[in-house]
């Protein structure tokens, strides 16, 4: 079993920062992909960055330029960095993993407002 566990999200104001973090812990041989989808309040969950062991990242056009995915394999841990925020990226971020299956972390609110 693998779980996976977000932290960071919160309140921020249009233009700033916010970095998230996921940790994957448990029955782990190999991530083959690792990454962030969102969902929107009324919205389908949609991907944010994805980016897989052979560190190809697939980015949301929506985000690209603003957010920055980073990876620590020895922790298995992956990291977002979103910059310039604006209020359309509020929603809630789950964590993704490809471990032999697909694994969802339980998600993290982030609300860009003033």
């Known amino acids: 079993q693998v779980q996976l566990v977000e932290s960071g999200g919160g309140l921020v104001q249009p233009g700033g920062s916010l970095r998230l973090s996921c940790a994957a812990s448990?029955?782990?041989?190999?991530?083959?992909?690792m990454g962030w989808y969102r969902q929107a309040p009324g919205k389908q969950r949609e991907l944010v960055v994805v980016t897989t062991s052979g560190g190809i990242s697939n980015y949301a056009d929506s985000v690209k330029g603003r957010f920055t995915i980073s990876r620590h394999n020895a922790k298995n841990t992956v990291y977002l960095q979103m910059n310039s925020l604006k209020p359309e990226d509020t929603a809630v971020y789950y964590c993704?993993?490809?471990?032999?299956?697909?694994?969802w972390g339980k998600g993290t609110l982030v609300t860009v407002s003033s």
């Open positions: 448990g029955s782990i041989l190999s991530i083959s992909a």
């Open positions: 993704y993993a490809h471990i032999g299956t697909h694994y």
